[in-house]
Each structure stands twice: as C-alpha cells, then as structure tokens.
C-alpha cells in the first residue's frame, strides 16, 4: 500500500521531517526483509530498531518512523512518541482503504500458516490476493500485513495467533475481518491460557468479531472438531462447515509416498479430483477450509484445485529433504504442541523406511500439561514404532518402560507391533536423551546412523532451534 510521508504523519499524528511527498510502498520492522521503497518501523523489544536505521536506508527503505528524531539528512522520517503505536494506527488506517474487499481471518491452534498459504493461492486464482508472510499473525505482523496489502487488492487474508485472552480481539478491531476460519483446537500455548476451555475460547473470539450474516459476516467451521463447532451456537455470521461431516468435505483420501495427499473435493457446487501441493494427511483439512472460503467468493471448482496444487508454502513445515547419508528428512521444524506432533509422528509411520526416527525438542508453552502431553507422545512414538531423540526435552520418555544404555546413552525401550502400508512388524521404540544439537548427532551416529532407507522427522518449538539441526543433518551424517 502506497503512502505519503505526509499521509503517514496525518495518520499517526507524528512530526515530519524532510520531505512529505516522499512516497513509501509496504512497510517492515525487520531491517533484513526491507525491500527498495519500503516504509522502515523500527521497534524496541530485546533489541532497539533505531539500532538498524542504516540499515534498512541501505537495503532500500525510502523512509522510516522514528521517535528519535530525523533518519538521516537526506532522508524523509516521521517522528512519533513510540513506533508501536504508530504502526498500530497507521495499520488502522489501511484497513479503511481496503473498503470493500473481503478480509478472511484464520485461526487455529495448528494449521493456520498452511491454511492461510493454501486459501491465498486458492483466491489468487480469480482475485488479486494479499496475504501475511510466513507468520506474522500477532501484534506486529498483522499492522504489517495490512500495510503490505497493495492499494487495488480484492482480497486479504490474514492469520491470527493467540497467546493469551483477548489476543484474537485485539486484532480483529484492527483487522475488522469479514470471514473467518477456525482450523481446529487443542492444547497450545497453556502456560498463559490455562486449559482447553481457554484455548477454545481465545479462538472464538475470531468468529464473535464477524459481522452478522445480513452484512456479509462468515464463519468457516471445522465439522470434525466439536469445540470448534461449538463456536456456531450463537454466531451471528451465516455458518459453512468443511472437514468430516461438513459442507466441504474429502471423499478418497490417498497419500503417496512422498506424503502428498489426493482426495475428491466435494462439495454443495460439485466435486473436483485434487492433487494437494502440502505434505500430510493432516493438512486435508486446511486445504477444505481454503476451498470452502474460496468457494463461497465464487472460485470455480477447476480454480479451487489448482490453487491447493500450487501453493506458495511458508518454510520450514513438512519439506521432505535428504540427510547426507541419503536418508529421507521431514523438516517440521517451525512449531510444535500435541496437535501438530500427533500429526508428524503419523506422516512419518506412514513412509516406507527400514527405521523411522524422530528427533523431537520441547513442546512449549504448555503450562501444567507438559509432562503429560510430553508422556503421551513418547508414548505414540512407541506404538507407531518410531525411535525418539529427544533433544533437550526428557519428558518424552516419562512414560515408563526398560532403560537400556546405548554407549552410555540411556534409553526407554518399548517393543510394539505396528501395521504401515498393510505389512505388521514388530519393532523396538526406544527414546534416547540427547544434550543439545551435538548431543542429537552423537545419539543418531549411535543408533547406527542414517541412511539409505531410514526415514527421520525433526519437530519442536521455535524455542528448540532445531532447524540447524536439519542443516547439520544434511551435510555431516
């Protein structure tokens, strides 16, 4: 979106400097993904943005906002009291430019990114289509995906994330979404909410901030989920469900062995074969929740297929690449709670491998359901017959079992019958602690290594870091 230094001073109340017919074009926080013409918003959290003004001049920024005074001699700023609040208003402000395209909110305990990625290359095939980058869906990255939106967009799609109560309103009074999507619910981010119910509640906030069905408001609901469902009781948005017993809905469903789901989409305006460009059985729901808004904006079926076919995926979320030693790798590093690691460990049971291995790091930010929920997926790992490394994060093996040593390596064993493309195998589950990144190689180089044959998945919280693991993994075993 397109702005004057003049307009952005009108808008946030700053004091110009330089010149005020100096035009910005999208904005960032982030002097690293400043592109040329950009607005420049540095911020002060663990590290002070003015810090990188130079910078993002260098890397192209036309302008900046500032609350220290002029960037530069040459360069246009708008001086304000704080930054933050600043974009805040200035992303106000965008969203009234954007008059009458739809703006689709999605949430989610898992699955927003990839929902958001597939529903834009969904509408993006009869409407030009913004969407927020990677996931930026707090704060910060929703101010930013509004101001990103290009002035003649005819649809907007924005994520919406959730680490406490009223996170979802907040951004919704700015975003002021149309639609919303509500992927699923689970445990995720119970240290600050405190339970499920919470959970459930922070992500309805979404569809209580629609607009009542006579004024376009509607909400996409997840049929399979029940407290998802749940949030239709009371919803003064007109209602479309997707998922098992939806509107929407998957007849077929078949994954190959590079993970990719193909299904016959159905739905109230026909059915359509779809090969899905997002890897896991999982993300079949995200790809009805994408159909389903894509639908009700008049994509034509033929449209809706080929946009699930050809998404432009945020990284880091179930690529399948190779370690050095010719193993196959599933990076799913980005994120991790209950939900999102059942649904690795399945995709991982489901390849064809002579081993299955799973690096894991924490689950974060769970609260008082660590332990349990840490338990309980060591637990699935034994039964699908996947052998856990549990980098930095003991609580995996926490459900009891034979302690082994493997070169000093203490280790839970667990013997389990599995059945993966209709062949039963007894195998030998084992969860081995590792110490940090070194630790995690040592323990696989003691498992025997990786190789040929072998299937590994990489999960775990951002906390966990574990996409240098990846990196490593690639090059060195």
Request: charged residues 20%; contains cysteine.
């Amino acid at each position: 979106m397109r702005w004057s230094l003049d307009e952005i001073a009108a808008a946030t109340g700053g004091r110009l400097h330089g010149d005020g017919s100096i035009v910005v074009d999208g904005a960032s926080q982030d002097s690293r993904d400043v592109r040329a013409g950009m607005l420049f918003v540095p911020l002060v959290a663990e590290r002070d943005g003015h810090d990188f003004i130079a910078d993002a001049l260098a890397a192209g920024a036309s302008a900046c906002l500032t609350s220290r005074g002029s960037c530069g001699s040459s360069t246009g700023a708008v001086e304000v009291d704080d930054t933050r609040v600043a974009l805040t208003a200035l992303a106000r402000e965008a969203r009234s430019r954007l008059a009458a395209a739809p703006v689709v909110g999605v949430t989610g305990s898992v699955g927003k990114t990839t929902t958001k990625d597939l529903l834009a290359a969904v509408l993006a095939r009869r409407l030009r289509t913004s969407a927020s980058t990677r996931s930026f869906n707090n704060e910060i990255g929703v101010p930013i995906t509004l101001l990103s939106a290009p002035d003649d967009v005819e649809a907007l799609v924005v994520e919406m994330g959730a680490r406490g109560a009223g996170h979802i309103a907040d951004l919704c009074r700015l975003a002021r979404p149309t639609m919303g999507v509500v992927t699923t619910v689970g445990l995720s981010h119970t240290s600050e909410l405190g339970s499920l119910a919470a959970v459930v509640s922070a992500k309805r906030e979404l569809v209580e901030a629609l607009p009542v069905a006579a004024d376009g408001g509607v909400a996409f609901l997840n049929a399979g989920v029940p407290e998802v469902m749940s949030m239709a009781e009371g919803c003064a948005a007109r209602v479309v469900t997707f998922g098992t017993g939806g509107e929407v809905w998957a007849r077929g469903v078949s994954v190959d062995d590079d993970l990719v789901p193909s299904f016959v989409l159905c739905s109230p305006v026909g059915e359509v074969p779809v090969r899905l460009g997002a890897r896991g059985a999982h993300n079949v729901d995200n790809a009805l929740a994408a159909a389903a808004v894509g639908i009700d904006l008049g994509v034509p079926l033929d449209d809706v297929a080929a946009g699930l076919a050809e998404p432009d995926l945020s990284p880091l979320r179930m690529e399948v690449l190779r370690t050095a030693g010719g193993a196959r790798l599933l990076n799913d590093t980005y994120n991790a709670n209950p939900l999102s690691m059942k649904a690795a460990l399945q995709s991982l049971a489901a390849l064809k491998a002579r081993r299955r291995i799973a690096v894991l790091g924490t689950m974060a930010e769970l609260g008082d359901f660590e332990a349990a929920e840490h338990a309980a997926v060591g637990s699935l790992a034994a039964r699908l017959g996947v052998t856990v490394v549990a980098v930095d994060a003991p609580g995996y093996s926490a459900g009891g079992g034979t302690v082994v040593e493997m070169d000093g390596i203490a280790a839970e064993v667990e013997a389990a019958v599995v059945d993966v493309g209709g062949i039963a195998a007894e195998v030998e589950a084992a969860v081995v602690d590792a110490d940090g990144i070194d630790g995690a190689l040592a323990a696989l180089r003691d498992l025997g290594g990786v190789g040929e044959g072998d299937a590994v998945l990489v999960k775990g919280s951002r906390v966990a870091g574990l996409e240098r693991l990846v990196e490593r993994l690639r090059t060195a075993i």
